[in-house]
């Protein structure tokens, strides 16, 4: 789908992503609309990234004591817990599409892109570039696709984003700190079905625990036990969809010997039991 084709469709088209489980990339709701004037969204806290490109009309972002202007060819992101606010214009009110994402990836390419929570817009090296807009277009227009179908959509907008964006970080030296960051997160990926403490993966980057789960937070987001937690419930996911292994077995292959202490930890960060997301999602067959 293009721009010229969502000039004779409704106003507003809206979709839930399906669910599945990323590391790198998880999208969670997409679309576009045209806003009525002086619509409004907010003031409100988004728990995940929230990207929106202007693809024609006015508004206005307030966010951190700040009012920004936009119009077509420009975008705003909004970032995990920030409080904002946006208006479309009284006498030209803009046509936005938005992606709602979140993951490692994401996170690391925010940055790259010179996109944060104090500096929010989004403004292409050229107008002439359309890449953004009509990869998230394209996103709103494979709702029906395959989740790895759309999470390979999401990652070409992100390469897109970060290419196009005028506060692109052209630094490309890496640093101490990445270095260590992608130690630990080697390590996690090797060592996460065993017993495994905050303690050890900061041994393997060199660094003391405190200052250890301190970078970890600011790089990706969350704490490093949090992080273990998540990660180790994801690859719990995919086994409860994808085989026919008993839970207790599966709890213990990803390190929790008891499956009280696995279920518990499952339902805490999904939101449902093993058995019930099982049950829900299972894609295995009989045969």
């Known amino acids: 789908m293009n721009q010229k084709d969502i000039q004779t469709d409704t106003k507003l088209r809206f979709y839930v992503a399906h669910d599945e489980l990323f590391i790198d990339l998880i999208l969670y709701q997409f679309g576009w609309e045209q806003c009525s004037p002086l619509h409004q969204f907010g003031p409100a806290k988004r728990n995940h990234f929230l990207f929106h490109y202007v693809l024609s009309g006015k508004g206005r972002l307030e966010t951190n004591d700040q009012t920004y202007y936009l119009g077509a060819h ?108 992608r130690e630990s997160l080697s390590y996690i990926e090797g060592n996460y079905q065993r017993d495994l403490s905050i303690e050890e993966i900061a041994d393997v980057s060199g660094l003391n625990r405190s200052y250890f789960s301190r970078l970890f937070k600011e790089t990706f987001g969350k704490s490093p036990q949090a992080f273990l937690i998540q990660y180790r419930m994801n690859k719990a996911a995919e086994l409860l969809k994808r085989t026919k292994q008993p839970i207790a077995e599966i709890g213990s292959s990803v390190g929790y010997d008891n499956p009280l202490h696995f279920s518990r930890a499952f339902k805490n960060t999904l939101g449902i039991s093993p058995s019930e997301y099982r049950k829900e999602y299972r894609i295995f067959t009989d045969q």
């Open 74 to 181: 420009q975008g705003f992101l909004l970032c995990p817990d920030q409080i904002s606010s946006y208006y479309a214009d009284p006498d030209d009110p803009w046509k936005y599409v938005w992606l709602e994402f979140d993951g490692l990836r994401a996170r690391e390419c925010m940055k790259l892109a010179g996109l944060s929570e104090h500096q929010p817009v989004y403004t292409p090296v050229s107008a002439d570039n359309t890449a953004v807009p009509e990869r998230m277009l394209q996103i709103v227009d494979s709702h029906e696709k395959s989740p790895i179908h759309l999470i390979g959509l999401g990652m070409l907008f992100m390469d897109e984003l970060v290419s196009t964006s005028k506060t692109k970080v052209t630094e490309t030296r890496r640093k101490l700190r990445d270095f260590y960051m």
